[in-house]
C-alpha cells in the first residue's frame, strides 16, 4: 500500500461488464488501468467485479456493490448500440431510476455521425438513454456517451461513473472527467515529464519500466510506440502523485532520468527533451 494511500478514506471499485471478458476472450486491461490510475492518485481499489451481458448479473453487482459503499463505483462496457449492450438499463433498473433520452447525449451522437457521414439509426439514437438524473459525460474518442450517477447507497453516497468498453474510451473518459475530481479532492500535486526514445522496441523497456511501477504505486509510467524514420520509438510518459510538490517534481524527475539511462544503455537515442 503506498504512502499516498493510507493517507486517505476513499475507496473504489471496478465493475467489468462483458461476456468476452468474462469468458476469457479478452483480457481484462480496463479494470487493470483503471485501479493503476486510482491508485496512483490515492484511492484505495477494494474489488473488481467481472459480469456477463446480463441484466441481472448487473443489477445484482451493482446493488451488492453499493451495500458496500465505496465513494465511487466505476463500470467498464454495455454501452454501445448492439442488442447486449444493455448496461444502462441495467444500472439505472439497479439504481431504481428511469431510463430517459437526454437531449445533449442526442446531439453528441448526431453530431458524430454527421462527421462520420453515418444514419442515426435508432441503434445509435439507444445511446443517448441514460438513468435519471444523471450529468452525461461526453465521449471525447468514440460515440457512445457515459454517465455520472450520485446514488444512495447503505448510509453512503455512491458515485457510479458508467464509462464503455474499448479501451481507448474508457482511458480517455477516465482521464478526463474523474482522474481531475480526484486529485483536486486529494489534494494532490501530479509531476509529469516525457522523453522521447528512438532505436529500441518497446518490448526492451518494458521488464524495466515494470520494475520501476511496482516498486512505487505512486508512479505512472506508459509508454507510446511509434516510428521514426523507420527506426523504432516510443514517447516514454512519466507521472509521479504526492501531497508534496517539491517530492512529486523531484521524484517525476528521477524516474525520467532513470528510463533514459536505461534506454541508453539498450542502445536509443533521447530525440526530445522533457516536458
Known amino acids: 500500500m503506498s504512502t499516498i ?5 476513499v475507496r473504489a471499485e471496478v465493475l467489468t461488464i462483458g461476456n468476452e471478458v468474462l469468458t476469457g476472450r479478452v483480457v481484462n486491461t ?6 493503476r490510475r486510482l491508485s496512483l492518485v490515492g484511492v484505495s481499489v477494494r474489488r473488481i467485479t467481472v459480469v456477463a451481458d446480463s441484466e441481472e448479473e448487473i443489477v445484482a453487482a451493482v446493488r451488492e456493490s453499493l451495500q458496500r459503499g465505496p465513494d465511487y463505483l466505476i463500470t467498464t462496457g454495455g454501452l454501445g448500440p448492439t442488442y447486449d449492450d444493455i448496461s444502462m438499463a ?7 431510476l428511469p431510463l430517459r433520452e437526454s437531449e445533449l447525449a442526442l446531439s453528441w451522437i448526431k453530431q458524430k455521425t454527421r462527421l462520420e457521414g453515418a444514419p442515426l439509426t435508432p441503434e445509435r439514437e439507444k ?3 441514460l ?15 457515459g454517465a455520472w450517477i450520485d446514488a444512495q447507497g447503505e448510509g453512503h453516497k455512491t458515485s457510479v461513473i458508467v464509462l464503455p468498453g474499448v479501451p481507448s474510451e474508457m482511458e480517455a473518459m477516465l482521464e478526463k472527467h474523474l482522474l481531475p475530481i480526484l486529485i483536486r479532492e486529494q489534494r494532490l500535486f501530479v509531476a509529469e515529464r516525457e522523453i522521447n526514445v528512438v532505436g529500441i522496441f518497446e518490448a526492451s523497456l518494458a521488464p524495466y519500466v515494470k520494475k520501476l511501477v511496482k516498486e512505487d504505486n505512486a508512479l505512472y509510467i506508459k509508454t507510446h510506440p ?16 504526492s501531497t508534496n510538490r ?17 534506454a541508453k544503455e539498450l542502445g536509443a537515442i533521447i530525440t526530445k527533451g522533457r516536458s
Do not use: F, W
Open 5 to 9: 494511500e493510507n493517507k486517505t478514506a
Open 30 to 35: 480496463n479494470a487493470a488501468y483503471i485501479a
Open 90 to 96: 441495467a444500472i439505472a433498473r439497479a439504481l431504481g
Open 127 to 129: 445511446m443517448a438513454y
Open 131 to 145: 438513468p435519471y438524473p444523471s450529468k452525461e459525460l461526453d465521449n471525447p474518442v468514440g460515440m457512445a456517451p
Open 226 to 241: 511509434g516510428n521514426t524514420e523507420d527506426r523504432p520509438s516510443m514517447l516514454v510518459h512519466v507521472e509521479y502523485a
Open 246 to 262: 517539491e517530492e512529486a517534481e523531484r521524484k517525476a524527475e528521477e524516474a525520467v532520468e532513470a528510463v533514459e539511462r536505461k
